[in-house]
């Protein structure tokens, strides 16, 4: 079993930077990938970044690359998520899943364990 507690939400503006991060406790954290999902309002949850077990590999949605960075520190069983030059659109409540998996996972029903989730709203 694991659990997983999300925090670093907020309201920011748009162009703004946010830190997610996401804390495991329970089994073993580094035998697990990792992933963010987020769900806008109204919207269905739509994956975000993923990251392999060791950080080696990681995974991005179009609509983040180049803005977004996931990263992980095992030995503080704990997976992080900057977000840089926010924009309105990524407004959703994100969440951060574990999987028993050594690669990159991309889609959520591949995931054993998720967080409950934090808020982020950006205002334009």
């Known amino acids: 079993q694991v659990q997983l507690v999300e925090s670093g939400g907020g309201l920011v503006q748009a162009g703004d930077s946010l830190r997610l991060s996401c804390a495991a406790s329970?089994?073993?954290?580094?035998?697990?990938?990792m992933g963010w999902f987020r769900q806008p309002p109204g919207k269905e949850r739509e994956f975000v970044a993923a990251i392999s077990w060791s950080g080696g590999a990681t995974s991005y949605a179009d609509s983040v690359k180049d803005r977004f960075t996931i990263s992980r520190d095992n030995a503080k069983n704990t997976v992080y998520l900057q977000m840089n030059s926010l924009k309105p659109e990524d407004t959703a409540v994100y969440s951060c899943a574990a999987a028993r998996s050594t690669v990159v996972i991309s889609v959520h029903y591949e995931y054993d364990y998720w967080g409950q989730g934090t808020q982020v709203t950006i205002s334009s």
């Open positions: 329970g089994r073993t954290f580094s035998i697990y990938a």
